[in-house]
């Protein structure tokens, strides 16, 4: 099996050894470069072309989430994956690292078992963002992503959407994991598996994150509970 290739951007340069040190225990893993600042990161990214991005927020010259806007954000020609390493007081960084392209993110102080699996996880084109994650953060900060205007009509931006798949969108919006999801619907997981592919391909979204975050933005919730 091809190794994973792994690019590390960390201004701190114990944390970025330690990374580095883990990361390369692993057999399924080859870290193919270090960065310490965000313009390095970017040049290195598109050098080196790393199968996921291992990218901190706070960093000089250029913050990780320009970096990863540059990296994986719309106007990227081959977007790259990038996995947010960031402390828990720094959430809104967060949310504005997922707005900006990022596959999902993981705390610093994680156990090195779940950084391994989390790059496996965004490598594999799946998004990492915990349900309670979701809900948390949309909670602090759907001030900042729902629309001024609100009503009960459903967005255009989601008229590719079947009602039943406009339902999970709005389930994915609210933190709901697959599973939660199919015992809401009485659905297998199988089948909300499905819906949940087809929802990403019709609005042409990489991941879950891009979905939730889509779904508040053009004020999906908005128009499911008009009451303010």
């Known amino acids: ?69 540059l990296l994986a954000g719309p106007e990227a020609v081959d977007p790259v994956k990038i996995l947010v ?63 001024e205007s609100r009503g009960p009509a459903l967005p255009r931006e989601l008229s590719a959407l079947a009602p039943r798949e406009t339902e999970v969108l709005t389930l994915i919006a609210e933190g709901l994991s697959n599973a939660e999801i199919a015992d809401r619907l009485v659905l297998s997981r199988e089948t909300v598996k499905t819906y949940v592919s087809r929802i990403l391909t019709k609005l042409d979204l990489r991941d879950r994150v891009q979905a939730v975050v889509l779904a508040h933005r053009v004020g999906l919730m908005a128009a499911r509970d008009p009451s303010p």
């Not at 504005?96 to 594999?124: N, Q, Y």
């Open 1 to 69: 099996m091809t190794p994973i290739r792994v690019l590390v951007c960390e201004d701190q340069e114990l944390v970025r050894t330690g990374y580095v040190t883990i990361f390369s225990a692993q057999p399924d893993l080859d870290v193919v470069g270090e960065a310490a600042d965000g313009l390095a990161a970017v040049e290195a990214a598109r050098r080196l072309r790393p199968d996921v991005v291992v990218m901190d927020i706070r960093m000089p010259r250029l913050d990780g989430i320009e970096a990863t806007r």
């Open 85 to 147: 390493v960031t402390t828990f007081n720094l959430d809104a960084y967060v949310y504005e690292a997922l707005r900006a392209g990022a596959s999902g993110f993981l705390l610093k102080d994680a156990p090195p078992r779940e950084l391994v699996a989390g790059i496996r996880t965004v490598a594999a084109g799946e998004s990492l963002l915990a349900p309670a994650v979701t809900r948390a953060l949309v909670g602090r900060f759907a001030d900042r992503i729902r629309p």
